[in-house]
């Protein structure tokens, strides 16, 4: 596996970063390079894994050799059930079987928080890991899953949540467009804000308030008034320019878009 060289990630950033390098590069695999994963895994191949990587690079590859591994591995074989099963279904299995094992890198990094400090007393160590496991349990848990972001699962709780929070709030919403759920502003794409006022300050605090919430359809971050986004016109998820390589010059002449899972269902249908 070329993942770039190991390292060992000790405090809570540390893991949470590898944590989310890792996500990134499979969310990557399972979405806009869904095209070429799909192709990789070959059910005519040995047992197949899908490995995600800090640096937001994923691999299809043959499990390790050496036992124990020194990491904890990905499901085997998933390339066997690819063409048994619809393709939607095959993506969210293998999202699933993802999410899990992120988790398990990221809490095998984590089962040594605290005990590097020779000196510190027994009883005041296990407290101290046991707040570093709980706080990293936190960082992950308000991030959307794999399966979550693959399935369109985040978008939906994101939109059911803002919905609550519109009902209970005094405001009222003149806009119908954001009465459906929090997306991005301007239409079909959305370009960074320009210097600001005074006076727009609290109106643009509100609309990053109103549209915080929305999450890139390859990355699965949070929308950003100061970012390019882009909408699919088949799907209607949304897109950072940069996930899907569309620059706000480019999207100026395009009359539809389409993402890239989008197109290459088009292209295999």
């Not at 949470?16 to 994963?37: H, N, Y």
């Not at 399935?151 to 803002?162: D, L, N, P, R, Y």
């Not at 209970?168 to 919403?173: L, P, T």
Request: aromatic share 10%.
């Amino acid at each position: 596996m070329d993942g770039g060289p190991p390292y060992n990630p000790r405090t809570v950033e540390e893991v949470f970063r590898d944590f989310k390098g890792r996500r990134a590069g499979m969310i990557k695999a399972l979405t806009t390079d869904v095209e070429e994963f799909y192709q990789q895994c070959d059910p005519d191949k040995e047992n197949l894994c899908l490995y995600g990587f800090p640096s937001e690079q994923w691999e299809v590859n043959l499990p390790a050799e050496e036992v124990p591994p020194e990491l904890p591995e990905p499901a085997l074989g998933i390339n066997f059930a690819r063409d048994g099963m619809q393709e939607k279904d095959w993506l969210s299995l293998v999202a699933v079987h993802s999410d899990a094992w992120l988790l398990a890198v990221a809490f095998y990094f984590g089962a040594r928080f605290g005990f590097d400090k020779a000196d510190s007393k027994l009883k005041d160590c296990c407290f101290h890991c046991l707040a570093l496991k709980k706080r990293l349990f936190n960082m992950i848990n308000d991030l959307p899953t794999i399966f979550e972001v693959v399935t369109g699962t985040a978008k939906k709780q994101v939109k059911e949540k803002s919905s609550v929070s519109n009902h209970s709030s005094n405001k009222s919403k003149s806009n119908s467009k954001n009465q459906r759920g929090p997306e991005p502003p301007q239409g079909k794409y959305s370009k960074p804000m320009q210097a600001k006022d005074e006076d727009d300050e609290g109106l643009d605090e509100e609309e990053e308030e109103e549209h915080g919430e929305t999450l890139c359809g390859a990355c699965g971050e949070n929308y950003a008034s100061d970012e390019f986004w882009i909408c699919c016109d088949i799907c209607e998820k949304w897109f950072h320019g940069k996930c899907v390589k569309i620059t706000p010059a480019r999207a100026e002449h395009i009359k539809q878009y389409k993402c890239p899972s989008c197109s290459n269902k088009r292209a295999r249908a």
